[in-house]
């Protein structure tokens, strides 16, 4: 079994459909949030998710995208693409972006989705190994999946130890006699130094995850974001992965 993962698309369909045809078929699609926001595509990704009948969770900006006050907490430029989201979407893709659950337990795959953090679904970073032990404590499921982040990065606790992981492309983590919480990086707006795509596939049956990268046409995606006037500089970064 095959389940493609991927988190904080924000509204760049280009990416995603990249990445949709890189994982090939799949058994299902799950998303960690973020769906919308910074990107000029908000209408096509939802679209795309709910054609391939992805399930996930709400991260802040999808919050922010259907009128939450989460908009008060973001910088100049995520909020002016906020605002134009906002306006933007049709009301298919707000019902959508609003029936998403904070958190999402998979019992047969035996993890648990959520954007941020197992500890604060919304809003955590999760980017230390202390607030990952804490977070194993949220957990109901064995392991988890996070985004939020934007950067590809595993917490494996074995042994009451803690160990932070992170995955190359094409690293495989054997989920065998451990507990983790894997962040599959950004599909939409990478941030760790790699402007291309990055998803996991989690394989529930041979018990293993695997990091991908995919390359896909950015200047495309800075052309749409030009002509809906979306800030230059949410452009410019897609092409350093920052
Ligand atoms: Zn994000």
Redo the contacts with the bound molecule.
Sequence with gaps: MRIAVVS?V?SNLVALDAVLAHAGPVDAVWHLG?IV?YGPDPDGVVARLAQVGAVGVR?N?DAAAIGGDEIEQFNPEARAAMDWTRAAISEPTRAWLAALPERRAEAGADVTLVHGSPRDPTWEYLTSPGAARASFGYLETTHGLN??T?IPLAFVLRDERIEAIRPAPGDTLDLAGLRAIANPG?VG?PRDGDPRSSYLILDPDAGTVTWHRVAYPIEAVQDAMAARGLPPRLAARLAHGV
């Design positions: 904080d924000h973020d926001g991260g900006h985004g939020h934007h950004s707006q």
